[in-house]
Protein backbone atom coordinates (compact mmCIF):
# COMPACT_ATOMS: atom_id res chain seq x y z
CA UNK A 1 0.00 0.00 0.00
CA UNK A 2 1.22 3.25 -0.34
CA UNK A 3 2.22 5.61 2.20
CA UNK A 4 -0.24 8.24 1.24
CA UNK A 5 -3.08 6.16 0.89
CA UNK A 6 -2.35 4.40 3.63
CA UNK A 7 -1.85 7.56 5.66
CA UNK A 8 -5.51 9.27 4.89
CA UNK A 9 -6.87 5.31 5.46
CA UNK A 10 -6.01 5.88 9.02
CA UNK A 11 -8.24 8.25 9.24
CA UNK A 12 -10.86 6.17 8.53
CA UNK A 13 -10.78 4.06 12.44
CA UNK A 14 -9.57 7.21 14.15
CA UNK A 15 -12.13 8.50 16.45
CA UNK A 16 -10.42 12.07 16.58
CA UNK A 17 -12.30 14.18 19.45
CA UNK A 18 -10.26 17.24 19.47
CA UNK A 19 -6.40 18.02 18.63
CA UNK A 20 -5.46 17.63 22.99
CA UNK A 21 -7.19 14.34 22.62
CA UNK A 22 -5.96 12.70 19.89
CA UNK A 23 -2.53 13.55 20.42
CA UNK A 24 -2.67 11.51 24.26
CA UNK A 25 -5.01 8.70 22.54
CA UNK A 26 -2.51 8.43 19.67
CA UNK A 27 0.74 8.56 22.05
CA UNK A 28 -0.64 6.06 24.38
CA UNK A 29 -1.67 3.49 21.67
CA UNK A 30 2.21 4.29 20.60
CA UNK A 31 3.97 3.30 23.26
CA UNK A 32 1.48 0.62 23.95
CA UNK A 33 2.35 -0.99 20.72
CA UNK A 34 5.61 -0.68 20.94
CA UNK A 35 5.30 -2.46 23.93
CA UNK A 36 3.35 -5.44 22.40
CA UNK A 37 6.19 -6.08 19.71
CA UNK A 38 8.59 -5.73 22.69
CA UNK A 39 7.07 -8.67 24.48
CA UNK A 40 6.59 -10.13 21.37
CA UNK A 41 10.63 -10.34 20.50
CA UNK A 42 11.06 -11.72 24.70
CA UNK A 43 8.98 -14.18 24.50
CA UNK A 44 9.83 -15.57 21.57
CA UNK A 45 13.61 -14.93 22.16
CA UNK A 46 13.47 -16.12 26.46
CA UNK A 47 10.62 -17.71 26.62
CA UNK A 48 10.58 -20.43 24.20
CA UNK A 49 7.54 -19.56 21.95
CA UNK A 50 7.78 -19.91 18.41
CA UNK A 51 8.56 -17.51 15.85
CA UNK A 52 4.92 -15.71 14.19
CA UNK A 53 5.98 -13.24 12.00
CA UNK A 54 2.37 -12.17 11.54
CA UNK A 55 2.42 -11.10 15.21
CA UNK A 56 5.40 -8.58 14.38
CA UNK A 57 3.82 -7.78 10.98
CA UNK A 58 0.32 -7.46 13.24
CA UNK A 59 1.93 -5.16 16.08
CA UNK A 60 4.21 -3.00 13.30
CA UNK A 61 1.30 -2.43 11.63
CA UNK A 62 -0.30 -0.74 14.66
CA UNK A 63 2.70 1.04 15.52
CA UNK A 64 2.59 2.67 11.84
CA UNK A 65 -1.17 3.44 12.71
CA UNK A 66 -1.03 5.39 15.79
CA UNK A 67 2.44 7.05 14.00
CA UNK A 68 0.29 8.27 11.56
CA UNK A 69 -2.35 9.32 13.55
CA UNK A 70 -0.34 11.84 14.99
CA UNK A 71 1.64 12.50 11.94
CA UNK A 72 -1.56 13.37 10.12
CA UNK A 73 -2.55 15.66 13.59
CA UNK A 74 0.10 17.68 13.06
CA UNK A 75 -0.01 17.72 9.63
CA UNK A 76 3.34 15.44 8.82
CA UNK A 77 3.47 13.84 5.24
CA UNK A 78 4.53 10.12 5.79
CA UNK A 79 5.22 9.96 1.55
CA UNK A 80 7.33 13.31 1.84
CA UNK A 81 9.06 11.68 4.75
CA UNK A 82 9.92 8.52 3.46
CA UNK A 83 11.09 10.69 0.29
CA UNK A 84 14.60 11.21 2.18
CA UNK A 85 17.35 8.84 2.29
CA UNK A 86 16.36 6.46 5.13
CA UNK A 87 19.70 4.61 6.76
CA UNK A 88 19.95 1.36 5.97
CA UNK A 89 21.31 -1.41 7.68
CA UNK A 90 22.85 -4.45 5.73
CA UNK A 91 22.24 -6.92 8.81
CA UNK A 92 19.32 -9.03 9.24
CA UNK A 93 18.00 -10.21 12.78
CA UNK A 94 16.76 -13.33 13.22
CA UNK A 95 13.43 -13.34 15.02
CA UNK A 96 14.74 -17.28 16.51
CA UNK A 97 18.15 -16.31 17.36
CA UNK A 98 19.08 -15.33 20.61
CA UNK A 99 22.10 -14.11 19.45
CA UNK A 100 19.93 -10.98 17.98
CA UNK A 101 18.59 -10.32 20.65
CA UNK A 102 21.05 -7.65 21.46
CA UNK A 103 20.76 -5.97 18.30
CA UNK A 104 17.09 -6.35 18.50
CA UNK A 105 16.62 -4.89 22.18
CA UNK A 106 18.56 -1.80 20.91
CA UNK A 107 16.57 -1.29 18.19
CA UNK A 108 13.42 -1.41 20.01
CA UNK A 109 14.97 0.31 22.75
CA UNK A 110 15.83 3.53 20.64
CA UNK A 111 12.24 3.21 19.27
CA UNK A 112 10.57 3.47 22.63
CA UNK A 113 12.76 6.19 23.39
CA UNK A 114 12.42 8.48 20.85
CA UNK A 115 8.56 7.88 20.50
CA UNK A 116 8.32 8.68 24.56
CA UNK A 117 10.56 12.12 23.35
CA UNK A 118 8.09 12.32 20.61
CA UNK A 119 4.70 11.71 22.27
CA UNK A 120 5.72 13.72 25.59
CA UNK A 121 6.72 16.73 23.44
CA UNK A 122 3.44 17.06 21.56
CA UNK A 123 1.50 16.48 25.06
CA UNK A 124 3.02 18.17 27.37
CA UNK A 125 5.23 21.16 26.01
CA UNK A 126 4.06 24.68 26.65
CA UNK A 127 2.35 26.73 22.91
CA UNK A 128 5.01 29.53 23.55
CA UNK A 129 7.94 27.61 22.93
CA UNK A 130 5.98 26.62 19.14
CA UNK A 131 9.02 27.65 16.90
CA UNK A 132 11.45 25.20 18.66
CA UNK A 133 9.15 22.67 19.09
CA UNK A 134 8.50 22.83 15.37
CA UNK A 135 12.19 21.87 14.92
CA UNK A 136 12.02 19.19 17.59
CA UNK A 137 8.83 17.70 17.08
CA UNK A 138 10.06 17.48 13.04
CA UNK A 139 13.75 15.85 14.13
CA UNK A 140 11.27 13.46 16.73
CA UNK A 141 8.75 12.50 13.84
CA UNK A 142 11.81 11.50 11.18
CA UNK A 143 14.20 10.18 13.42
CA UNK A 144 11.43 7.50 15.00
CA UNK A 145 10.31 6.67 11.36
CA UNK A 146 13.90 5.96 10.27
CA UNK A 147 13.94 3.89 13.18
CA UNK A 148 10.92 1.83 12.18
CA UNK A 149 11.80 1.45 8.99
CA UNK A 150 15.24 0.37 9.55
CA UNK A 151 13.97 -2.64 12.46
CA UNK A 152 11.42 -3.67 9.60
CA UNK A 153 14.55 -3.69 7.00
CA UNK A 154 16.57 -5.41 9.64
CA UNK A 155 13.82 -8.53 9.70
CA UNK A 156 13.24 -8.51 6.12
CA UNK A 157 10.07 -7.22 5.51
CA UNK A 158 8.98 -4.19 4.16
CA UNK A 159 6.59 -0.79 4.95
CA UNK A 160 4.33 -1.84 1.92
CA UNK A 161 3.86 -4.89 3.46
CA UNK A 162 3.04 -3.79 6.83
CA UNK A 163 0.84 -1.32 6.25
CA UNK A 164 -1.13 -3.37 3.84
CA UNK A 165 -1.90 -6.26 6.67
CA UNK A 166 -2.62 -3.35 8.81
CA UNK A 167 -4.79 -1.99 6.32
CA UNK A 168 -6.87 -4.89 5.53
CA UNK A 169 -7.03 -5.62 9.50
CA UNK A 170 -8.79 -2.06 9.84
CA UNK A 171 -10.80 -2.57 6.77
CA UNK A 172 -12.53 -6.20 8.88
CA UNK A 173 -12.68 -4.81 12.21
CA UNK A 174 -14.12 -1.41 11.06
CA UNK A 175 -16.12 -2.18 8.17
CA UNK A 176 -17.88 1.12 8.12
CA UNK A 177 -15.33 3.08 10.48
CA UNK A 178 -14.75 3.46 13.57
CA UNK A 179 -17.15 2.45 16.26
CA UNK A 180 -17.14 1.45 19.89
CA UNK A 181 -18.94 -1.51 19.26
CA UNK A 182 -16.52 -2.92 16.64
CA UNK A 183 -13.47 -1.83 19.14
CA UNK A 184 -14.90 -4.04 21.68
CA UNK A 185 -15.88 -6.64 19.61
CA UNK A 186 -13.10 -7.06 17.37
CA UNK A 187 -14.51 -9.30 14.53
CA UNK A 188 -11.18 -9.51 13.05
CA UNK A 189 -9.51 -11.31 16.45
CA UNK A 190 -12.54 -14.43 16.49
CA UNK A 191 -11.87 -17.76 15.34
CA UNK A 192 -13.91 -19.39 13.43
Same mark, same amino acid.
Given at each position: ?????????? $?????????????????????? $????????????????????????????????????????????????????????????????????????????????????????????????????????????????????????????????????????????????????????????????
Amino acid at each position: MEPLAYQKSV $ERTFHRQNNEYDTINASMGLLG $EIGELTNIFKKVYFHGHPKNMSEVIDELGDIMWYYCALANTFNFSLEKMLSRDVPSDPLSVSLVDKKDSTRVFSMISRINGIATQLCSTLVLSPVIEQLRLDIEITLLFLALLDDLHLLIKSLDLDLETICGANQKKLETRYPNGFTTEDSIERVDTKRE
